[in-house]
């Protein structure tokens, strides 16, 4: 039988998402699954694989030799997307690291708002970050979704240019989950971290960052049962 390369639940929702015939730039690829996946299922006009260290561009060129198919495929080494040109890639996708430094890639690329590409995104963790980071800075999420990969959620979202707003909830829940079956999950998990904060604070007297998160747990209780009221009969 022959060997097939199987993705993750969460790289596989990414890899669905792709556009086909996309022009892919796949940032902090590791292993490159994803891409080599894409290149297999000739899903993709063209793929970068991109990584800030030396070993895991190494690895991901592995991947491509086993797979062969590295000479269908660029390796960069390079931070984010410094080494990325705009006119290289209309698809950029950024998995498995913080909100926080996928943020910090986008912030400096610019180019990534120019309304001609389209972003597909998977924080491991503060993806609350991420979603402040986008509202405030010129994108829009256009969709969200929630999967469940080795027991954990996680949040993925396509993005572009344009403009949003998000209530604090929402930043920590997104916007775009209203039907997502795992919605009420993810409300909750995030509830019982924000009291775990709360109790923090308030052991360390910072009331008023304690009254901060106590405002988003209300949002977040507001969204629970708004999510129940669309989804339960």
Not at 2 to 15: E, F, N, V
């Amino acid at each position: 039988m022959a060997k097939q390369l199987d993705l993750s639940p969460r790289l596989q929702r990414l890899a669905d998402w792709v556009p086909e015939g996309a022009r892919l730039a796949d940032v902090g690829t590791d292993h490159a699954y994803l891409p080599v996946w894409l290149v297999l299922q000739n899903r993709v006009a063209s793929a970068i694989a991109s990584d800030l260290r030396r070993g895991p561009l190494e690895r991901a060129r592995e991947t491509g030799r086993f797979w062969h198919v590295e000479d269908r495929m660029d390796f960069r080494l390079c931070d984010g997307l410094s080494g990325i040109k705009e006119s290289e890639c209309d698809t950029v996708t950024i998995a498995g690291m913080g909100g926080e430094n996928i943020a910090a890639i986008l912030a400096a690329a610019p180019w990534t708002k120019d309304g001609t590409h389209t972003l597909l995104l998977q924080p491991q963790s503060r993806a609350e970050v991420l979603r402040g980071f986008l509202a405030e800075n010129g994108y829009i999420i256009r969709r969200e979704a929630l999967v469940l990969d080795r027991g954990i959620l996680y949040p993925i979202m396509e993005a572009g240019a344009g403009e949003m707003s998000l209530s604090a909830g929402q930043r920590w829940c997104g916007a775009k989950l209203l039907h997502d079956p795992l919605g009420e999950r993810y409300i909750i998990e995030r509830i019982i971290q924000l009291q775990g904060v709360v109790a923090g604070r308030n052991r360390s007297a910072d009331r008023a960052a304690a009254d901060d998160q106590r405002g988003v747990i209300t949002d977040l209780l507001a969204m629970r049962e708004e999510w129940r009221h669309a989804n339960c009969p």
